[in-house]
């Protein structure tokens, strides 16, 4: 688990240092170039810095070991981060609707079409941003990550709005100079969208929602493989950062006595967190089969 810890906060870090050049990028071209559009792209990306920020200290703290007051760990706290990730995405987009729609009351200048070039450029790095943190999400079963990669791919969105919006103004002119306005606009929908795509998840962890089917299936598998387990009854998992907590009812022979019954307890909680690494604990209730 210490080099999937390794891996998701490097992953973070890039993840700011990728955001910080990407804003600077943004918003001098958009103010240079006359483009609302790609300075609500920058507003964005200056927003993401700070969740990104937000992602890395969730990942430093989530990995802290059980105490006194916390013996689950500290996990669901990159669950909480997820929620302010979240609300910047939330800010980004009422600012940007906000400016939007005061730029639609104003005159407004044709953007330069050195800004469509920009874009693109800005367009093919945040794809490759998204894919390269959600697969590191994934790998490391971070779901701040994960947010922080849907961040990722708003922002590509959101630039390829902007991108069509300039387009239009370049190429119908007059009558369609507020088409980047209206761009912004839709991006700062979109965004909201994404949001909430990114909030679902983490609500459900927080909440211990019961969708882990899959690994459910595979306790229950690999709980036969131990000598001693007839049967597996009640399993039950929550997600606590990177890692689960399981609480498993196993049935074995009645006629065994306390000693034996915990001692099939103990191999089997060993034997499931050498199969399943992910597992951070497993809480073991031993019943009395009935066959």
């Given amino acids: 688990m210490k ?13 700011i ?15 240079i170039g006359h483009s609302d559009a790609l300075i609500a792209d920058a507003i964005e990306s200056t927003a993401d810095i700070f969740a990104s920020i937000l992602v ?5 703290y989530s990995t802290k070991p059980a105490d006194d007051n916390h013996p689950y760990g500290h996990g669901k706290a990159e669950a909480l ?6 609300g ?30 920009v874009l693109g450029v800005i367009i093919l790095i945040k794809e490759i941003s998204f894919q390269f943190v959600r697969k590191k999400g994934i790998e490391t079963n971070s779901s701040s990550l994960q947010a922080d990669a849907w961040h990722h791919r708003s922002d590509a969105i959101s630039s390829v709005i902007a991108f069509v919006g300039i387009s239009l103004t370049l ?18 929908v979109f965004i909201v969208y994404n949001a909430f795509k990114i909030f679902r998840p983490a609500l459900g962890e927080i ?3 019961h969708n882990h089917h899959e690994l459910i299936d595979d306790l229950r598998k690999f709980s036969l493989e131990v000598s001693g387990v007839i049967d597996t009854e009640k399993c039950y998992v929550r997600k606590a950062g990177m890692v689960y ?11 065994l006595s306390v000693k034996d019954g915990h001692k099939i307890a103990h191999d089997l909680k060993d034997h499931l967190m050498q199969k399943m690494p992910s597992i951070a604990d497993v809480h073991i209730h031993v019943e009395p089969s009935s066959k």
């Fill in 3 to 15: 080099e999937k810890h390794h891996t998701a906060k490097k992953t973070a870090i890039i993840s």
């Fill in 81 to 86: 981060t997820t929620f302010a990730v979240v």
């Fill in 171 to 188: 190429l119908f002119g007059k009558g369609f100079e507020k088409a980047d306005d209206w761009a912004a606009l839709l991006a700062s």
């Fill in 17 to 31: 240092f990728s955001n910080c050049g990407l804003a600077i990028a943004k918003g001098f071209t958009g103010i």
């Fill in 207 to 209: 909440m211990d929602e």
């Fill in 56 to 60: 890395l200290f969730g990942l430093t």
């Fill in 245 to 255: 907590i399981v609480d498993l009812h196993i049935e074995v022979n009645g006629m």
């Fill in 88 to 117: 910047f995405l939330l800010v980004s987009a009422t600012i940007i609707a906000l400016e939007s729609i005061r730029h639609l009351g104003e005159p407004q200048e044709k953007p330069e079409l050195f800004t469509l070039y």
